[in-house]
Every structure is written in structure tokens, then in C-alpha cells.
């Protein structure tokens, strides 16, 4: 019985998702290299990550601070060249740790976040790229800034916090179809004058490059089926 989870299997996958993209761009009018691929290695341990890293692949996601540190300064001592997104909610207790440890970070969704940044950024000296999180599909459960208030929140992290806003990112509702949320991320991008979209994941990358994403945040199509976070 072949375990689909199997690490070896992983650069295979990874290969696989290439390809996928680079059709997809190609049926866009797109060069492929315009969309960079995050891989998403949340719940996965140093084991599962490694044949990703051996493959030559540099750009991962994790969803929770904790569990990247955990994981990823010892993967880093082999990869020093590894760019870490941090893809999920941040509470800003744990703004001084992801500022250290990530050089991206997809989750800004309301002031009280970007100011925590934008402070251990100046204490710090280090200032990772940070996109805004749109809550498109205006759930009460999910994370994101509506998007009647995402002009204010972009203004204040990029004018008067001075944070090197890149983006804007979106995680569509489950139940709605996904193209709806990317083409109204893309235009209020287009209206703000950023030029990165962070969205698509395994299910819907392809989609998502149609409608001009510039990063895809894709997990179980490289690493497979997730169980229980890692210890």
C-alpha cells in the first residue's frame, strides 16, 4: 500500500504543482515566473519539509508562530535562503516572535496588528513584507478586514506606519464559488496600487492565477493529506 504521505513523494508533487502553474499562467497570457509558490508545510514536520528543500523549493507558509518555531530554525541552519510567510491570524502577543521569524506576513487585518508590527519592526530593525487580509466573503468567523475599510487600514500601515505593504490576501468562504472573491481582490488591489495578490490555494490555484494571483499558497498538493498539527 503506497502511504500518499510518504516524504519522497513530496518532490514529485512539487513538480506536479509546476507544471500546473505554468499551464495555467500560459492559458492567462502570463509568464510563470510572475507567480511565486508558497509552500504550505503547516502541520508537517522537519521530516515532511526536507525532500521540499532538497528539491530546491525556498518559499513556505505556516499558519501559527508556534509551530514554525519549533520547526524552522533548524531547517534554516541547513537553508539560510528560505523565505518564511506567515499565512494565518497573528495575535499581537506573538508580534515580536513573528517579526524575528518571518519575512513575510499575509495577516494584517485590522490597526491594532499593523501598529504592533510596525513597532517591533523600529525595534528590531527588521521589517518583513506584509500584505492585508480581506475578509471578501464578510464571515464573522474568519480573520480579514471588510472590504469597505481595507483604503483606511492600507493607508494607515503604508503611509503612516510606513511598513512595506506589498498586497492584499484573501481565503474565500468554502461553500461560494472562489473566482467571485479573486476578481473583487484583484480590482480593490488594483484600486490601492499594490500589486501582489495572495490567494489560491491547492484546490483553486489555477483559478486564482487567472485572475492575476502573484502568490499561491498551496499545502496538501505538495506535502499531502494533513492530520494533527506537529508537536
Known sequence: MIDDN?????AARLTAVHDR??????????????VSLIAVSKT???????????????????????????????????????ELHLIGP???????????????????DRPKIARAIAQESSRSGRQPKVFVQVNT????????VMATDV??????????????????????????????HFAFLAKLAKDLGLER????????????????ATDIRVGSAIFGPRSAPTA
Open 44 to 82: 508537517f514536520a522537519g521530516d515532511a519539509i526536507r525532500p521540499v528543500l532538497d528539491a530546491g523549493h525556498r518559499t513556505f507558509g505556516e499558519n501559527r508562530v508556534q509551530e514554525a518555531q519549533r520547526k524552522w530554525p533548524d531547517l534554516r541552519r541547513d537553508c539560510p535562503d528560505v
Open 6 to 10: 510518504e516524504p519522497g513523494r513530496a
Open 21 to 34: 502553474i505554468a499551464v495555467a499562467a500560459t492559458q492567462a497570457d502570463r509568464n510563470p515566473g510572475e
Open 197 to 212: 495578490l495572495s490567494m489560491g490555494m491547492s484546490a483553486d490555484f489555477e483559478s486564482a492565477i487567472q485572475f492575476g
Open 90 to 108: 497573528l495575535q499581537s502577543n506573538k508580534t515580536r516572535d513573528a517579526v524575528a521569524l518571518f519575512d513575510v506576513i499575509h495577516s494584517i
Open 151 to 180: 483604503a483606511a487600514l492600507a493607508t494607515l500601515v503604508r503611509d503612516e506606519l510606513q511598513l512595506d505593504l506589498v498586497g492584499l490576501m484573501c481565503i474565500p468562504p468554502f461553500d461560494e464559488e472562489p473566482v467571485i
Open 137 to 144: 466573503g464578510e464571515e464573522p468567523q474568519k480573520a480579514g
